[in-house]
């Protein structure tokens, strides 16, 4: 499990209780403990956890359980799976169709992972990854840390540092926080795409997927007017065609009739199967958490947790050799601070 806590429930009698759960370390769960004891007040506390929640990636080899999934839900047979792989990695050079920088057991079972071990499938999948890089160069090249960083702090996009109650990694927008004058589509398509890659490093996202939050409040017509058929277009083939990523569910709360203009771009690049991953809450955060339980949101979707900062995984990137190293083999270009290049 991830180093993370979550609040099991937050009761009252003649005093408050917090139950708290997910903490492995003795130490740290007493850290918790000691936290929440001295600032809880009234009913729905919620501490500032963003020193007690470590912002990391499990790259552990998978677990007997997640094994055991991936063997139901995607067919990845350990009896077999030498052997696909081998029929894949033939595939790639009989068809010539793209030249991966990698081929190595680890990188082609993503695809596979993300296609179900249908091997025609997940070629597909690895040539269309491909294709996009090759059609969108500014997506890979001039990624900014600086510019990362300002996004998280514009509380634009955040993935939680933990996974939901099925395992799924979480990945929130807030739109209407946009100021499309200060921050690019480039850059928000760059801040996404880190984001993606990071997930598909874990063993565990690979085989779980991850799921999208829109929350679409304060969207007015300037964010909309940043939209037309291209970026639309670009964000589906992200999200569905491109990365080996299993999207099990994109939700809209907040939406409002500024939405529909939006909206209507965006749909006729959608298929009827995608249309039924996306689920629309409006304000109602009970519908939302008949899909995702509260003790993995944010406060302000119903939730018990604080909003923690895309920053977090920025620094995480910054100190983690091995992860910047594969960013910069998957093709990005990282700098420092926008002026790096001129030093």
């Known amino acids: ?62 677990s007997k359980e997640l094994e055991a999934y991936a063997r139901e839900h995607l067919d990845e047979d350990p009896d077999t799976k030498l052997q696909v ?12 169709e793209c030249s991966p920088h990698r081929l190595d057991d680890d990188f082609l079972l993503r695809f596979l992972r993300a296609r179900r071990f249908v091997i025609r499938h997940a070629h597909r999948l690895l040539v ?50 946009w100021d499309p004058a200060k921050i690019s589509t480039r850059e928000l398509f760059q801040a996404t795409l880190v984001a993606l890659e990071l997930a598909l490093m874990e063993t565990s996202t690979q085989i779980l997927g991850g799921i999208c939050l829109f929350d679409l409040a304060d969207l007015k ?52 199967e995608v249309r039924k991953r996306i689920f629309f809450h409006g304000s109602d955060m009970k519908s939302l958490h008949k899909h995702i339980d509260p003790k993995y949101l944010p406060v302000r979707y119903g939730g018990v947790h604080p909003d923690y900062s895309y920053g977090g995984w920025v620094d995480y990137i910054r100190k983690t050799p091995s992860v910047l190293s594969e960013l910069r083999d998957l093709g990005y270009t990282l700098e420092e601070q926008m002026n790096a290049i001129l030093v």
């Open 85 to 96: 792989l081998a029929e894949f990695r033939d595939l790639i050079f009989e068809r010539g």
């Open 1 to 62: 499990m991830p180093h993370f806590f979550s609040c099991l429930c937050i009761q009252t009698t003649n005093r408050e209780r917090v139950f708290l759960s997910h903490i492995p370390k003795p130490r740290l769960k007493a850290k918790c403990k000691r936290y929440l004891q001295e600032n809880t007040v009234g009913i729905q506390t919620v501490a500032r956890m963003d020193d007690l929640v470590k912002f990391e990636m499990n790259l552990d080899p998978p």
């Open 221 to 272: 017509m300037k964010h909309v007017t940043q939209l037309n058929s291209k970026i639309a277009a670009q964000m589906i083939d992200i999200v569905v065609w491109t990365y080996p990523l299993r999207t099990h569910a994109v939700h809209i709360v907040n939406q409002s009739p500024v939405f529909k203009a939006g909206y209507s771009i965006v749909k006729p690049f959608m298929s009827k």
């Open 128 to 177: 269309n990854y491909y294709e996009f890089k090759e059609k969108n160069p500014e997506f890979y090249q001039d990624v900014y840390f600086d510019r990362l960083t300002a996004i998280g702090d514009a509380d634009l996009i955040s993935t939680q540092p933990f996974h939901d109650q099925h395992g799924r990694r979480m990945l929130f927008y807030r739109l209407g926080h």
